[in-house]
């Protein structure tokens, strides 16, 4: 098999603990783990569904309209300032521990995140984070105006790398992403932090890892 | 406004109850209320998933993986046979009680079923369910191998019916299939039998009811 020449790293879950807005949620109930857990599931729904409407708006957009949906939802009650608070989560997100140094082992060949995110969203996250060294590339799907799992999305890694798919990785912590990639051409590792099961969609991971520093060099 | 020309139904949960699944999962739960809504969930993950990915399979296949993922994610055991039942089950749906009493009362105009469902089990869930005199149509998306909310289905009430959509009155039980099918460009009843919030994607149902008979005839 020929060699990995390049890293492409989803953003959400993968990177960046998005579980980390459970603090935020704590001004406006008493279970923001529910909350965070409930906005997480609609976000993604919300880009699923708006991608076969041909209906894009950008993630920020996404993220506040599955925010409210929840807030109304799970029966809470929230100020502007409380939602414009909870967005700004967001913005602030932390990355997992291990992710500067796992990025660092590999530099030397290109490290891109692709992601659903905003390109503000990312830029904040990829700068808050201390990431900007450790990676060449953020390619936000804002540039396609659609979402994953299209191949139009996944479609950017190639382009921007100047690489092949099949020589690149791809690297998700989420299952339907990985089946994506995966049916797209990339070799792709699930990184599985939560012990989830398999997606039952048709492709599979070339490798499962726990965190980011077991990825093959 | 012009007068509605003909309806178009949408058939899990809005004709069909498809929670009468519950019963099939005592078998292999003691809380099938949970197998049943998260097989649900899990089954309509799928569509969009495989819809965006462009890996069309048809609904028999993605119902029996939602089945199989969602019998892992908890933790539960299955036989092939006990599969084999709750798949079954699809065949062999109820529908609500007031769907035929309320079809009748639109005879006169064109009604169409327009679903996801796999041709076999339309035919099975509308016979089985006494319907078969009460539909002019029933239009299964395998005819263009895609799911909803992908305009291309959409398309096929009024090219099937002859009508343009904005002279048909879709009716739908499911919020995210409501917003499809007003962006599409048909007026659209929400049938809202659960008290459901409304989903945030940008298109609102022209009007709100809480069973079939309300129905505008």
């Known amino acids: 098999m020929s060699p990995i020449r390049g890293y492409v790293f989803d953003a959400y879950g993968t990177l960046f603990d998005v579980h980390s807005v459970v603090e935020a949620g704590r001004e406006v109930t008493s279970d923001p783990a529910t909350l965070s857990a409930t906005w997480r599931q609609k976000q993604l ?17 996404v993220t506040e309209s599955a925010l409210r949906y929840t807030i109304r939802r799970l029966g809470l009650s929230a100020t502007e300032d409380q939602v414009r608070r ?8 932390a990355c997992f521990p291990e992710v500067a140094a796992a990025l ?8 891109a995140v692709l992601s659903n995110g905003a390109p503000k969203m990312l830029e904040a996250a990829v700068t808050g984070s201390g990431l900007t060294g450790h990676l060449e590339h953020v390619i ?3 540039r396609v105006k659609t ?9 950017l890694g190639p382009e921007t790398l100047g690489i092949p798919a099949g020589e690149l990785l791809f690297v998700s912590s989420n299952g339907w992403d990985v089946a994506g990639a995966k049916a797209f051409g990339y070799r792709v590792a699930w990184c599985n932090r939560t012990g989830a099961p398999e997606e039952e969609l048709g492709a599979r991971a070339d490798v499962v890892v726990g965190t980011l520093d077991q990825l093959p060099g």
């Open 45 to 61: 729904e919300y880009t699923w569904l708006r991608a076969l409407m041909g209906a894009y708006v950008d993630f920020w957009v």
């Open 86 to 93: 909870l967005m700004e989560a967001y913005l602030a997100l």
């Open 104 to 111: 660092e082992r590999l530099a030397g060949r290109p490290r």
């Open 140 to 142: 936000s799907v804002d």
């Open 147 to 155: 979402y994953k799992p299209s191949p139009r999305v996944y479609a």
